[in-house]
């Protein structure tokens, strides 16, 4: 190896270090951070651990509407275990979600949506 080669060499590999420290920070920052938190009611109609690579936990609410609307969808994903535990037993019911909005997070191996569900209340 000629000198010339292996300073190139060692610039790619610092700057591959560089960016992969560049991407973590990023990721770190993102998923800290919430953009918005609020409470979602309804019923819980999927919740599913899926994925290829990186399996994450998806569920889908459907929000409770006033009488005559078409109702709407609330797709999120949930990180923490025991909560994922608590919706798979509440599916079917009405429950209320508290979540974090997470927006830029640059890949899906956190979570399909940017919503994240850290809290369930079943509905007496």
């Not at 770190?28 to 938190?37: G, K, P, V």
């Not at 994450?56 to 509407?65: F, I």
Request: positive net charge; glycine residues 8%.
């Amino acid at each position: 190896m000629t000198p010339t080669t292996k300073k190139v060499s060692i610039a790619f590999v610092i700057f591959l270090l560089a960016g992969s420290l560049l991407l973590a920070a990023y990721t770190w920052l993102a998923l800290s951070f919430s953009y918005s938190e609020g409470e979602r009611a309804g019923h819980l109609l999927k919740f599913s651990k899926r994925g290829w690579v990186c399996k994450t936990w998806e569920g889908e609410l459907m929000l409770t509407a006033l009488p005559g609307t078409i109702p709407e969808k609330f797709q999120f994903s949930v990180r923490d275990e025991a909560v994922a535990k608590q919706l798979t037993a509440a599916a079917g019911k009405h429950i209320l979600i508290s979540y974090n909005q997470h927006k830029g997070v640059p890949t899906q191996c956190f979570g399909e949506t940017e919503y994240y569900a850290d809290k369930v209340v079943p509905s007496p």
